[in-house]
């Protein structure tokens, strides 16, 4: 590909305005967690936001290496 040569007083073209698109999810509606009580999204089953949704995988991660094997 052959660059073509550019005068250097020549202007710079301006690149096109970007086009701002609406948003077309509806937004989710914002609950406060049980634990914490911080912002969280509606849709997660527990009413946790993510840091007391993974504390507590985290929590039951320990437990059960924690925990002997019965017979």
């Known amino acids: ?3 073509i040569p550019v005068p250097l007083n020549s202007p710079v073209p301006e690149p096109p305005p970007l086009k ?6 509806a937004p989710q509606r914002m609950i406060s967690c049980v634990i914490c009580g911080s912002d969280t ?3 997660s089953p527990e009413e946790m936001c993510w ?3 993974r504390l507590k995988i985290s929590a039951w ?4 290496q924690q ?3 019965q017979e």
């Open 1 to 3: 590909m052959k660059k």
């Open 20 to 25: 701002v698109r609406p948003e077309r999810v």
């Open 41 to 43: 999204q509606s849709s």
């Open 51 to 53: 840091v007391c949704r």
């Open 61 to 64: 991660r320990d437990v059960e």
């Open 67 to 69: 925990m002997p094997a």
